[in-house]
Each structure stands twice: as structure tokens, then as C-alpha cells.
């Protein structure tokens, strides 16, 4: 595919009625509020620009868009010029050719006049500009002051900032301000001493810079430049592909030169992220080609045994034989498959499929058991679907966010930014976290109230809001009558409204003041459109099914589902949870959450797949493991997931491993887990393979092969290869026949295959023939499973305690520079900003406790032994500290 | 027979979810047993009820009793 070429119409967007007028003679009809610049380039018109783009709000700076108006003196920008019914708009006249090759001779006279040696030769505005307007000659010379000679900043491990070649559009700064939301930069100074610096006139790396890329994206010229466009040369192609990393589901157009990736360029047309991104998406693609990466398969016949290096016909036949014997030893029931939420939809299904297929048994699931099951659970009792109920261009609408158990501006940037900017615009902030997170206090965002909670205790503080709803009479009486089941309600406000959950009761265990929550609770309720946003700080608990359903429970009482602005938001962790659940990852269900005791779905996937299916539900991953060390479960394939590392209690998951007799590991490099590892196939990376992900809004998008998979084969292919090897035949030729079987077996997929991926962009399912194009907002007019049902949801304490021997409750958070376990980023540059974890612990904690131990090389914990860095005294509650959830 | 600790575990927990919703809560805690868990998982519990079934809650014990 040749460049993917994007059309800049300089500003944003309008909304307005429809308005007539006439530009160059032709008679242009756009919304009201749009720009004349915009309605121009609607029109198929070019007006000259530097400080416009249509990604920021017109500024008027640069004064090359200037135009003439009948009846109008003077040459007003045409950026900041509303458009108004009846005018008459002249955009090539010689007086404006005039005035803008003057400009343009001001700018170039204090530019670099090294185009042809310029990393940006060829993809340069200020060039593009010199050409549009005929500059022919600079009548200034160069031998005054300019700032040609100022040095040039690269610190960024990314990209430089060279202030010789900046024309101080102010682009970067407002892309940092209104895109991203952190405010990073600034205009220093004034008239011909402005500059651009980085908070206080610092270097990019030491600044607040948070490293997005906006800025860099921004600048119509060389000076914010990425250093592979620098050491590689401009890009000549490019795919547009979907990121790896979080449930955000940022695509990015992929740019290539030759078979070499220059950059990651976040697509404007993407759904999800509207040309966003962060530091992991756009930069933090590196461990692709990391050293460490493992190309060939290996095998080994004991975990004492070094690694042998194999061919992939020895190895997949290896774990063939094995799996085999296995089964043939000890039954099909020691067998089983954990797929990953960071493979795609078509790999995650194959898994599933070869597992219950081939060997008859249900033994499949997911890392997504730990993150976000209770999600699925506690949506489909609630609402009848195991997903979150908007799209992420619902916030817009949005007047009361509570964000719970999540740490957005870490864990999601870029719908963390989408925020914010609702925020600055005057929407209410609750935030219900432990931890003092970014968003409670960042630049022109405060939020409402922070209620600081005993982790533990989210459910009775979801209870005491409730109370406090419904007591003071806050319900929305109306919708439930209307949506929900009124004797379930009736049942729930007479639980929520005891003494015992108001806020007060609840205050010695939660540690929330009962004000607080008071004041909180009657904002959600009576504040305008209510959203919940939450992640794992909810779901990675033994209440969390019981939290995410008091969630849905506030959310029905309050009226707030079935519309934009409103809803139930999970953020999902990793780039395909939501997939790998919808693709019948778990053991009691197949695709499109249905119970594997139904015989008619059985019945469906049988005759497709020319295999019984056992109707009892199979071993979940902490039971697979209890199995194992029973002696009952002897083989597992794993499919991109490192359990050893992200699943709790190291101990136990250790052991399971130890006794199992044949481990195979399917990853892109020895991970822990591969410690216990018979065989080892290399996997491919998101840039190396065909496919689909599913983001948190249930947004279905194109995963497409940018380069080869330097390891032979794309993930499918190789499950294909193993299924083939143990009998059971697949012969897919692309990840587009897998969706097409996946769309036939699934109705909540009916209607999505590549051709529609490929000309809508994108779908959120249910995409059947009931909603062609997929569906956005849920539960519009009635809740998939009828009527809303409201849970009981009682608070019970949590088991963990502190005591003499470990005197502190630890639980993970995340760092906007690394994901996951830290496998992929670790292996990139943005460990610059992030040499080793660091343990986050309240200063008031005693150091006799637990610093002297938590400092260097690790200290014993209950399950295992925790590797850390030094304490650093921020952010935590006391009496409980926070490790990144990297740490090992 | 060895003390299936960690299911029993289980089952109290789910119990203690249970025991707050209406009707019966001795079939909601089975009912969740038959629809998510193994059933050799099931089967070691259904041993250990018929044991004596130390450790489990009347309501799971009830429950447990429900799957023999």
C-alpha cells in the first residue's frame, strides 16, 4: 500500500445548521461555525496555512490564510473567520499573494536553508508553503539575528526538538493542551525572543513531557522530529493497523520504508482514538526486533534441561506426540489451552476451538479470568451482555465521570486525554481510589471529590452511595419502572437504605468520610449524564463481580444507561480482553457467551466443527494449576500470556507448572512462565500478522501485517500447524475465513467479516442484521436481558491481612510508560523512564516496618518474593503500598 | 481423603454471596456450581459433604448436598 494520505482541513469540525456561500465563485454549503479555511478545503480549495490544522482550534498566527471578503475591509484569517450565509470569498487574489509570500520571506529568512539535507525534505509544510505562495526569492539575507545556531535538544529517546527550525506556530504547544492535556509546553518569552520550551525551559525528557507524540505530529516542519525519520528516511508506504497495547484500541497508520517500520503514525480517521496516542503506541514498538526475541522453536525433554534449538517440523511434532501421550496416559481431562488477550480475535478462537475439538474437553481460558470475568459476569446478570455499554465518543456528552479502581491518564492516555478535555470543559470529576491518581489534580482538572478508600472496600462504598440515592429520594423512578424489574428494586432500596450501609456505618471500614460520600453520591445522581468508568482496582478482587454489579445497580437507579453521556465503562487492561472473552475463552462458555450447557449451541458449533462438545464446564487457570499439583493435569498450551508473572500467587502458580509434564509456550520471548516450559514455539508480533481486536467499547478492528513474522509464521498459523499435527485438520489460509466461521456461529458477529472491517474502518458488535453497522451505545430501549435486575450486593472483608510477619498490604498500579508485565516494553527505550519498579509507599508508614526490606534486591511476601526497587513515599494510603504491576 | 481447602474456600465465599439475595440461596450457590465449575471440582466436594463436610457453611453444605 502506497503512503496513506490524510486530508488537513485546517480546523475542526462544525455542527451547525447548513450555510450557503461562495468561495472562488462556486457556491459552498458546510454546517454553521465551520472555518472559511475548512469550507474552502471541503470545496476542493487550498488556502495556504502553517499554525492551522485541524486537529486544534484556530489560532490565527501564522497569517498566511488570509483572505478577501466582499464588503469586508481588511484580510482576515480565514482560519478564525466563521463562515456566514450569502458571503462571497476570494482566496487567490494578487493582493493576497502579496502579503502571504511576504510573510512566507519573514519565516524563511530565520530558517535553516538546509532542505536537502533535512530529515523532513519531502514532508515538510514550511516547504510545501514556500512553493504554494511562489516565493522566489528572501530579500533579507542571513547575516542578522536569527536563531539558526541554537543547539538542538534530544534528549527524548524518540524524537528532537531543534528550535533552529521551528517557526513558533504554537502547534505543539496546543496540541499538548487540547489533544493530550498536559500543558507540557509553552511560548517563552515574546516577539523575536519566543521560543518553545518544555515546563520550565528544560529538556524534553526532564520536562512534564509525557512523550504522546502529538506535538511531534503537530509541527508543520523539522524542528519536532522522530529520530527514526532522522536515521532511516522518510517513509514511502504504509497499513493501518490497530496497537497492541492497551483497550484503548488506538490505529495507527504504519509507516514503512522498504521492509524497515519508520513510524507509527495514530490514524485520524480511528474510532477509538480520532488521531491520539501515547508514548507505548507510537514509540514503543522496538521489541520487535529486540535482541532477545526468540526465532527458532525449541524443545526440551525436562525443565532441568538446557534449551535445543529445532526446526518448527520437529517441535510442533514434538508437542504433538506429547499431548498425545499424554492423553493417552492420563485422559484428555489432563489437557488444556490458556489463550491471550493480547493475541487476536482468530488466534484466541483457533485455541479454544483445537481444545474442546480435538480433545473434547472445555479446559480453555484466558488472562482475562483475572482482570475482567467478573465484568462479564456482573454485566450479563445485570444487563444480559458481558460488555460495557458505550463507545468512548459517549464522554463527549458526559457531566459527572466517576472513575473507580482506575488510573486512566497511566492506564488509557488516550481516552484518559478524551477526558480531560470533557473535563476542562466543565464536565465533574468522582474519583474513587486509594491512590491520590493523576486525575484527581492535574492541570485545569480537579475533580469534585476524591473519596480515598480502604482498597478493599469498594463495595461498601457503592452500597453507601447507594443509601444515600436512594434515602434521599434521588432515584429515577421512572426509568426503573420503565426498564428494570420493580420487585428486584423494591428488594435492593430496601437493603441499600439500612442503617447499617449509610455512609456513616460505612465510614470506619472504608475510611471514606461520610460527607464525602455523600456529597459524591448526590452528584452522580442528580449531576446530568452520570458515567462510571472502572477498571482493575474493581475487577481484580473476590468482590469484584459483586463491585461491577453495584456499579450496575447505581447506574440503573440513576436512570444513566441507555443513551450517550451515560453508562457502565469498563477500561479493559489489554488491548483484546474484551475479544479473547467474546471468542469462548472461558470454560463455561463458547462464542458470544453462551453456556456450554445449551444443547442448541452446542448443536451449532458440533456441526460446524464435526467434533462432539462436552457439556460440563472446564478447569479455569487457578484450577488447571490445583489440578496439576493434584496430579491430575499434565499438559498445557499457552498462548501469549506469561501466568507466572501476572497471575497471583507466584507460589502456587510455580508448582502447577513443576507438575505438569509438558508445558508448551508460545510467546515472542523466554518469559517467566517459559522457565517451565517443554517447548517453546516463537510468536508473532502485532506488526507481523492478519487479524482483528476487540477494544473495550467492543470496537472490532483490523489488525494487518505491516512487515513479515521474523519467526516464520503469524499465530494462527502455527496453532494451525499443532492442531494439523494432532489430528485435528484446520486449513484456514487467512484470519479472514476464521472470522467468517466465528461471524456464522455467533450472532453478536453475524454481520462482520474483512470486507465490512475494511470499508467502515470499524464495528462494535452487536453487528447482525439487526444492527448492520454495529451499535455504539447499548441498551437503548431495553435491556438485552429484558428488564435490568438489580443484585443484592453485601460487603464482606476482605481476607488479607497485615500482621507482625508482613506488615503490608501490597497491590498493583500502572505506569504510563510500561504495559502488562512488562515483556514488550521492557524491551523498548521507554525503560529511560523507568529503570526499575519502584514500591509507592505513605510516609507515615514506619520504617521499622517495611522499608529496610523493601529496598535493593526484593523482600519475602506471603505468596512469594517481590522484586522492587526503593520505597518512594508518595501517592499510597497508609498501611498499604503500591508495587507496578511489572514487578516480579 | 485430603481436605479440598481451597474449594471449600470457594464455596463459602460464594455462599456468603448468595445468602444475601432473595429466595433460596442453597440454589443459587449450586446452580453457580453447576454452571462454572468442573465437574471433578464438584465431585470432591460432593465426597467431602458426604464425609461430614467439615468446613463448609449450612449454606453451601445444603448446596453441595443438592449436586450428590
Given at each position: 500500500?502506497s ?52 486537529s486544534?482550534?484556530?489560532?490565527g ?28 470569498v ?11 509570500r ?16 533535512c ?42 526538538f531543534?528550535?533552529?527550525k ?8 496546543r ?25 520550565q ?47 484503548v ?9 522498504g ?19 501515547c508514548?507505548?503506541g ?19 525433554a ?27 496416559t ?6 488444556g ?51 460495557g455499554?458505550q ?11 466517576v ?39 492535574t ?30 429520594g ?10 428494570c ?16 450501609h ?45 463491585a ?8 440503573m ?8 453521556g ?27 457467551y453462551?453456556?456450554i ?9 458440533e ?8 457439556p460440563?464446564?472446564g ?13 491430575r ?119 462482520v467479516?474483512y ?9 462494535q ?33 476482605t481476607?488479607?491481612?497485615i ?13 504510563l ?27 507515615t508508614?514506619?520504617?521499622?516496618a517495611?522499608?529496610p ?16 526497587g ?14 507496578p504491576?511489572?514487578?516480579? | 481423603?485430603?481436605?479440598?481447602e ?31 465449575w ?13 464425609a ?17
Amino acid at each position: 500500500m502506497s503512503r496513506v494520505l490524510e486530508i488537513d482541513f485546517g480546523t475542526p469540525q462544525a455542527t451547525g445548521e447548513p450555510v450557503t456561500l461562495t468561495i472562488d465563485g462556486r457556491a459552498v454549503t458546510v454546517p454553521a461555525g465551520t472555518s472559511i479555511l475548512r469550507a474552502a478545503r471541503q470545496a476542493g480549495t487550498s488556502i495556504p496555512k502553517l499554525c492551522a490544522t485541524d486537529s486544534l482550534e484556530a489560532f490565527g498566527s501564522c497569517r498566511l490564510c488570509l483572505v478577501e471578503i466582499d464588503g469586508r475591509a481588511g484580510t482576515p484569517a480565514s482560519c478564525t473567520t466563521p463562515v456566514a450565509a450569502g458571503m462571497v470569498v476570494h482566496t487567490q487574489t494578487p493582493k493576497l499573494a502579496k502579503l502571504r509570500r511576504g510573510v512566507m520571506e519573514l519565516y524563511i529568512s530565520d530558517h535553516p536553508l538546509d532542505c536537502l539535507t533535512c530529515a523532513a525534505n519531502g514532508d515538510c509544510e514550511l516547504q510545501d508553503m514556500a512553493g504554494a505562495v511562489g516565493l522566489r526569492e528572501v530579500r533579507y539575507g542571513h547575516e542578522g539575528e536569527s536563531h539558526t545556531g541554537l543547539p538542538c535538544d534530544a534528549s527524548n529517546p524518540y524524537f528532537t526538538f531543534d528550535p533552529a527550525k521551528c517557526i513558533v506556530c504554537s502547534r505543539c504547544v496546543r496540541a499538548c493542551d487540547e489533544v493530550q492535556g498536559t500543558l507540557a509546553l509553552t511560548v517563552e518569552d515574546r516577539g523575536f525572543g519566543s521560543k518553545i520550551t518544555a515546563s520550565q525551559n528544560e529538556l524534553f525528557l526532564s520536562s512534564e513531557c509525557v512523550s504522546c507524540g502529538a506535538c511531534v505530529q503537530a509541527c508543520p516542519t523539522a524542528a519536532l522530529t522522530e529520530k527514526a525519520v532522522i536515521a532511516i528516511g522518510q517513509p514511502e508506504r504504509a497499513e493501518v493497523t490497530t496497537c497492541g497495547y492497551c483497550g484503548v484500541g488506538c490505529t495507527f497508520k504504519a509507516e514503512l520504508r522498504g521492509e524497515e517500520l519508520v513510524r507509527m503514525v495514530p490514524w485520524k480517521d480511528g474510532k477509538a482514538n480520532h488521531g491520539h496516542s501515547c508514548v507505548k503506541g507510537r514509540f514503543a514498538w522496538g521489541y520487535a526486533t529486540h535482541r532477545e526475541r526468540v526465532l527458532e522453536p525449541m524443545i526440551r525433554a525436562s525443565i532441568q534441561d538446557p534449551w535445543r534449538t529445532v526446526s518448527w517440523d520437529e517441535a510442533i511434532a514434538y508437542a504433538a506426540a506429547e499431548f498425545t501421550r499424554i492423553e493417552a496416559t492420563y485422559g484428555a481431562h489432563a489437557i488444556g489451552g490458556i489463550t491471550s488477550s493480547r493475541c487476536t480475535n482468530e488466534e484466541t478462537y483457533l485455541v479454544q476451538k483445537m481444545i474442546r475439538a480435538r480433545f473434547g474437553v472445555n479446559n480453555v481460558d484466558t488472562c482475562a479470568r483475572v482482570c475482567h470475568s467478573p465484568t462479564g459476569y456482573g454485566l450479563k446478570t445485570a444487563f444480559g451482555t458481558s460488555a460495557g455499554t458505550q463507545d468512548f465518543d459517549s464522554v463527549e456528552d458526559c457531566d459527572v465521570m466517576v472513575v473507580i479502581g482506575a488510573n486512566p491518564t497511566d492506564g488509557h492516555p488516550v481516552f484518559a486525554s478524551r477526558m480531560k478535555r470533557r473535563l476542562r470543559a466543565g464536565a465533574k470529576l468522582i474519583v474513587i481510589d486509594p491512590r491520590r491518581i493523576d486525575l484527581v489534580r492535574t492541570p485545569h482538572v480537579e475533580a469534585a471529590h476524591h473519596l480515598p478508600l480502604r482498597p478493599g472496600t469498594n463495595v461498601a462504598v457503592l452500597v453507601a452511595m447507594a443509601h444515600v440515592i436512594v434515602t434521599e429520594g434521588l432515584c429515577d423512578g421512572a426509568f426503573v419502572r420503565e426498564r428494570c424489574d420493580w420487585d428486584e428494586f423494591q428488594h435492593w432500596a430496601e437493603f441499600v437504605a439500612r442503617p447499617e450501609h449509610s455512609p456513616q456505618a460505612s465510614e470506619a471500614a472504608t475510611g471514606v468520610p461520610a460527607a464525602d460520600l455523600r456529597a459524591a453520591a448526590r452528584l452522580y445522581a442528580t449531576g446530568g449524564n452520570g458515567a462510571f468508568y472502572y477498571g482493575l482496582g474493581v475487577t481484580e478482587h473476590s468482590q469484584g463481580s459483586t463491585a461491577v454489579m453495584a456499579i450496575a445497580n447505581l447506574a440503573m437507579a440513576t436512570g444513566n444507561l441507555g443513551r450517550p453521556g451515560v453508562g457502565v465503562n469498563p477500561l479493559r487492561g489489554q488491548n483484546n480482553v474484551q475479544g479473547a472473552c467474546d471468542m469462548g475463552s472461558f470454560p463455561h462458555e463458547l462464542t458470544g457467551y453462551r453456556h456450554i450447557s445449551d444443547a442448541a449451541t452446542r448443536a451449532l458449533f458440533e456441526a460446524a466443527w464435526g467434533a462432539p462438545i462436552d457439556p460440563e464446564p472446564g478447569l479455569r487457570i487457578p484450577n488447571m494449576l490445583d489440578a496439576a499439583v493434584a496430579g491430575r493435569f499434565k499438559a498445557i498450551y499457552i498462548q501469549g500470556e506469561d501466568i507466572l508473572q501476572s497471575d497471583p500467587n507466584t507460589r502456587h502458580v510455580a508448582a502447577g507448572l513443576a507438575a505438569m509434564e509438558c508445558v508448551v509456550i508460545h510467546d515472542l520471548f523466554l518469559n517467566e512462565t517459559a522457565n517451565y516450559g517443554h517447548v517453546f514455539l516463537p510468536g508473532s508480533t502485532f506488526l507481523e500478522k492478519n487479524g482483528t481486536f476487540t477494544n473495550a467499547e467492543r470496537r472490532i478492528q483490523r489488525v494487518r501485517k505491516v512487515i513479515g513474522p521474523r519467526n516464520g509464521y503469524e499465530d494462527w498459523e502455527v496453532t494451525e500447524l499443532f492442531s494439523n499435527a494432532l489430528g485435528y485438520p484446520m486449513a484456514y489460509g487467512h484470519p479472514a475465513a476464521i472470522m467468517d466461521e466465528i461471524a456464522a456461529l455467533t450472532p453478536t458477529f453475524a454481520g462482520v467479516s474483512y470486507d465490512l472491517l475494511d470499508r467502515e474502518g470499524s464495528v462494535q458488535w452487536p453487528c447482525n442484521e439487526a444492527a448492520p453497522l454495529g451499535t455504539p451505545v447499548m441498551h437503548l430501549e431495553r435491556f438485552v436481558r429484558g428488564l435490568g435486575k438489580f443484585v443484592i450486593t453485601e460487603y464482606v472483608p476482605t481476607d488479607e491481612k497485615i500482621g507482625p510477619r508482613f506488615p503490608l498490604l501490597l497491590t498493583t498500579g500502572r505506569i504510563l510508560s510500561q504495559y502488562n508485565v512488562g515483556a514488550q516494553t521492557r524491551r523498548t527505550e521507554n525503560v529511560i523512564w523507568h529503570e526499575e519498579d519502584v514500591l509507592e509507599i505513605h510516609h507515615t508508614t514506619p520504617r521499622s516496618a517495611a522499608w529496610p526490606r523493601a529496598t535493593g534486591c526484593g523482600w519475602p511476601a506471603e505468596r512469594g518474593r517481590r522484586r522492587c526497587g526503593p520505597a518512594s513515599p508518595t501517592g499510597s494510603r497508609r498501611g498499604w503500598s503500591t508495587p507496578p504491576s511489572t514487578t516480579r | 481423603m485430603t481436605r479440598p481447602e481451597r474449594l471449600i474456600y470457594m464455596a463459602n465465599q460464594i455462599a456468603k454471596f448468595f445468602a444475601a439475595q432473595a429466595g433460596d440461596p442453597a440454589e443459587g450457590v449450586a446452580g453457580h456450581l453447576r454452571s462454572f465449575w468442573d465437574p471433578q471440582m464438584r465431585a470432591e466436594l460432593v465426597a467431602w459433604n458426604a464425609a461430614g463436610g467439615d468446613g463448609l457453611d449450612p449454606i453451601s453444605a445444603e448446596a453441595v448436598g443438592r449436586l450428590a
